[in-house]
């Protein structure tokens, strides 16, 4: 301001000395055509301001002169920090943008009347919506699945709700209001297919080892009560009954076995023994105690390369026992049973061939499931918990191998534990290792 000022005190004081100098007419139109040509200065500069006012553009900020050159000065740099801000705040919304994007959750932010005002690409794939063809409809009438439709009515969001979108089948979703402010919320989607599938599980677990443990007990109890009965039995019915109730205690118990065995090779806290297992030693055991089960009825022959393999040999046994023990419990009288061990550059298989009953090829995939029988009256004759097939798959796991079946109905089986050459321990490594 100050120049500004003494520009106009100098022009002042030209014009009195050229009114002195001269006459005062001289001095008057000095004066005019100074201050006539400063007030166009100023129009035009003013001018200049209100074109760029139009459109400001930083790097269109003109350059000024006298007074002029410090309002553009400014101008220039409040153009400067507004253009920051702004861009910052544009970083701040595109990393708050990415950031709801990257969320596992699908997220969408809805109005009073549910009506899309933005949503996640987790959101799109959950329920089938498209921000770009959805925004600013209604999410209830693009989801339409009564149990959605009546929880977005209901204004009681306190517990989540679950259901399967008809949309997306084998889908379930978990959705949640969340209101934060009068009118608005945020509609938050989880995939929770894998728990619903892994409590499905629990529950069918639940349910067949129940259902596993009532039948023998229902035997157990009926004839405790008839023991205990006011009628006198004679001793043979008295031992019959006493026998067929230790059958089913006996039953019981494997089962009860077996269950501990599978959740013990479940558990992760139970690590796998390092030791160095003489396959061929442990194959004649199994071939025994297969001979002892047969009680003559099937020829069991045993073809074994001599092998060693590092792992659990308790684990071995119990997966290569419950192989063979199938193979005689399912192989009608007169069948034969082939036992073999062989290694190659792949690995080491233990390979049962009998020459039973045989399994039909969509049967094959569901035989280590626990509780899944092909032939549920022969299995439970002869024994047989549902658990076995479960418990070689999850030992043969634990070794880095597993279970290969090739079966043909009518015509026999030949299942075979395949363990990786990692486990296989050379010949003149064992020679030190097994002494
Ligand atoms: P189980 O105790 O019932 O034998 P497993 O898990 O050992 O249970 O086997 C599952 C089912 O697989 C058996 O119920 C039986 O139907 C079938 N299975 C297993 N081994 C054989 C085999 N060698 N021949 C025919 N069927 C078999």
Partial sequence: MGPAIARLAGLAAFAALAGLAFNAQTGLWVAAI???????????????LAAWLENPKLEDVPDGWGIWTDVFARLYRTRRATEQNERRLLDNEERFRRTISALPEGIVLIDGSFQIDWCNPVAEQHLGISLRADQGLRV???VRDPEFVGYMTSAHFEAPLVFQPMARPGL??????????LTRSILITRDITQRERVDAVRRDFIANVSHELRTPLTVVNGFLEMLLDAQPENGATRQHHLQLMHEQAQRMHRLVEDLLTLS??????????DEVVDVRQLVREVADEARALSLGRHLIEVDLVPGFVLGSREELRSAFANIVSNAVRYTPSGGTIVLKWREDAGGGRFEVSDTGLGIAPEDVPRLSERFYRVDKSRSRETGGTGLGLAIVKHVLL??????????EVGHGS?????????????????????V
């Fill in 414 to 434: 030949t299942f075979a534990a395949v363990l990786p050459a990692e486990r296989l321990v050379a010949k003149s490594e064992t020679s030190v290792a097994v």
């Fill in 34 to 48: 100074g201050f006539g040509g400063l007030l166009i200065i100023h129009l035009s500069y003013a001018s200049v």
């Fill in 172 to 181: 379930a979703l978990e959705v949640r209001i969340v209101e934060f402010e």
């Fill in 398 to 407: 634990r070794h880095g191998g597993y279970l290969d079946v090739q079966s």
């Fill in 264 to 273: 013990r090779l479940e558990s992760r806290e139970s690590l796998l023994a």
């Fill in 140 to 142: 209830t009438n693009l």
